[in-house]
């Protein structure tokens, strides 16, 4: 299992590069309603918020458990959000 720093990172560079893809996305397309781009980078702060908490939660029993979840939630939404800025 890779330990918690290299987790962090993985979500940092993950949805850090979901965020860059939206701004890309919106200077291309600068006449496009931007509502939707932004409900994305929105959605992806919160899977931020939300993974770091849980990757800092104390209280675990089995750890590779609850980070091999974690591991693929960060897949399941980054994957989601990528496909809402393909569909822009």
Same mark, same amino acid.
């Given at each position: ?37 932004? %409900? &994305?980078? +929105? *959605? ?7 993974? @770091? /908490? !849980?990757? #800092? $939660? ?10 091999? %979840? &974690?591991? +693929? *939630? ?7 959000? @990528? /496909? !809402?800025? #393909? $569909?822009?």
């Amino acid at each position: 299992m890779a330990n918690i720093r290299n987790l962090k990172k993985d979500i940092n560079y993950v949805l850090g590069d979901i965020i860059e893809a939206v701004y890309i996305w919106e200077s291309i397309n600068p006449e496009k309603d931007r509502k939707q781009s932004e %409900a &994305i980078i +929105d *959605e992806a702060i919160a899977t931020f918020d939300d993974l @770091i /908490e !849980k990757v #800092n $939660a104390k209280s675990v029993e089995n750890h590779k458990a609850h980070f091999k %979840a &974690i591991t +693929d *939630e960060l897949e399941t939404k980054g994957k989601a959000m @990528i /496909e !809402k800025i #393909n $569909a822009l």
